[in-house]
């Protein structure tokens, strides 16, 4: 079994310290099931590729095993696909041989570690359970581009059809930790058969390599009840503890906004101008049941609450403070029955798909989008207007070009320290023309504010429907 990794930020072969390995030379580790090879099969100034080799002997295997044996399974002990596939054996490779580069320690080049590269891996062998369409669901939103190859259960016996087996590249810029802790928890997922007898212990590895990513992931809920095998009382821990990392982390984001922005756009009460907007854009719609994602503190709702027209409004946010707050505001515990029966408030997030969401004439996408990094805002995309798929939807961001006419905004900064980009109306314009065309919307745009002749509005909205 063979995993690659190739860099081409010269000087590449800085691969080799990252990885503590010497691209000079070729390298053997004993391991408890067979031996791992690393070694170099090219490494210019240009492009360096790192092969790790796997050789699982099945005999030491047999003899390791742990766990319920399955008496009955003498020969599949020795006859199975483990030694020829990437699976939890080359997740264990990767830590016992790669273990500083995994956790991001170089001593040589600190700075590089800490950098995203060019960097492109190949598993010659992994086994998809649930396809490639899984697969696909795994790697993409964090940002890889992904090209397989399925390979026929037997060559010469086409009529047998596809295996589970599959030459998987992926590409990215990526920090090579991130890289590694992707491959580490995502090849056992995709295998879906793990060696070892699975204990507390992998929760924490699990969160561990999880880190900065796992909270977010679109498929979180499949990649962990599949990392601890399955175990439901394991996964549930594991969920647990990453819903309150990924709100925690929102909320001390959040804790910080507000201020900052509110102070730079309240001179033109754009808030104002901008929820005005929304609103007029829902009631040409004609719409009537309504679904405001990120509601922050409701103001929208508010003023939605005001309009007969909204039958049904929903306020989701992932920020339980927010939400909090939102119910002060909208004062719900005080609102007579029928008032109160018009709005509920979701504790949720824009990640998942998410039934709740489902079926709404229309959604609300206010100042969110640029608190996404781009692999949430790939899941995003999908979650809005794939699953949750309302007839409109009514997004805003802040205008870029439009920053040179706010005083006490630096050239280059955003206007908010959580934002992950800020668009220019010609980048925001080829992004929305895009989602429409994947997805089957149509869309149009406006400013939100006064025009500038020379840069536009501080606010640019998109109205989608279908
Ligand atoms: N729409 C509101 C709030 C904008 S601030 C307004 O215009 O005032 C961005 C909001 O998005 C915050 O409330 C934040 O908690 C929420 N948010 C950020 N990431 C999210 C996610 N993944 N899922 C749901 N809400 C999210």
Redesign the pocket.
């Known amino acids: 079994m063979l995993l690659t990794i190739s860099s081409t930020l010269p000087p590449a072969t800085d691969l080799g310290y990252l990885l503590h390995k010497s691209p000079f030379r070729p390298h053997v580790f004993e391991l408890p099931f067979g031996s791992a090879h690393v070694f170099y099969p090219e490494a210019t100034h240009e492009r360096c590729t790192v092969a790790l080799l796997l050789e699982v002997d099945p005999v030491a295997l047999v003899r390791d095993r742990r766990g319920p044996s399955g008496e009955g399974r003498a020969l599949e002990q020795y006859v199975n696909d483990r030694p020829y596939v990437a699976s939890s054996f080359m997740s264990v490779a990767i830590a016992r041989v790669l273990g500083a580069a995994l956790s991001g320690r170089s001593r040589e080049r600190p700075a590089l570690a800490e950098q995203p590269l060019p960097l492109t891996a190949r598993l010659s062998v992994l086994p998809c359970r649930g396809g490639e369409g899984f697969l696909r669901r795994l790697f993409e939103p964090l940002g890889y581009t992904v090209s397989t190859a399925r390979h026929s259960l037997d060559e010469t016996v086409p009529e047998w059809g596809d295996s589970r087996y599959f030459t998987v590249v992926l590409e990215g810029q990526k920090r090579l930790s991130e890289l590694l802790g992707h491959l580490y928890v995502l090849i056992p997922v995709l295998d879906d058969d793990k060696h070892y007898w699975v204990t507390e212990d992998e929760v924490d590895k699990l969160l561990r390599h999880g880190e900065g990513w796992l909270a ?1 992931h679109p498929e979180r809920d499949a990649i962990t009840r599949r990392y601890l095998r399955h175990q439901r009382s394991l996964a549930r821990e594991a969920l647990a503890r990453l819903v309150s990392e990924e709100t925690e982390a ?1 909320e001390e984001r ?1 804790a910080t ?1 507000n201020e900052e922005e509110a102070v730079l756009e309240q001179r033109i009460s754009l808030d104002e101008q901008r929820r005005e907007a929304v609103v007029a854009a829902l009631k040409q719609g004609g719409v009537t049941r309504v679904v ?6 409701g ?2 709702l508010k003023a939605l609450l005001k309009e007969r027209q909204f039958t049904e409004l929903i306020g ?4 339980i403070r ?1 939400l909090e707050l939102a119910k002060d505001r909208l004062d719900l515990e005080r609102l007579p029955d029928l008032q109160r029966q018009r709005i509920k408030l979701l504790h ?4 998942y798909r998410d039934k709740r969401l489902a079926g709404f004439d229309a959604a609300t996408v ?3 989008i640029e ?2 990094d781009s692999p ?1 805002l790939a899941a995003f995309e999908r979650v809005l207007f794939e699953w949750a798929r309302p007839g409109m939807v009514v997004l805003t961001t802040p205008n870029a070009e439009f920053n040179v006419r706010f005083e006490g905004l630096p050239a280059g900064r955003f206007r908010h320290k959580d934002h992950r980009f800020e668009w220019t109306r010609a980048e925001f314009e080829s992004w929305g023309r895009g989602v429409a065309g994947r997805f089957g919307y149509g869309v149009r745009f406006a400013p939100v504010g006064v025009v500038d002749a020379a840069v536009g509005a501080p606010t640019q909205m998109a109205v989608f429907s279908r």
């Open positions: 977010a929102s959040e906004r405001d994602m990120g509601c922050g503190e103001k929208l989701m946010d992932v920020s927010s949720g997030s824009l990640m206010v100042e969110v608190h996404l949430r």
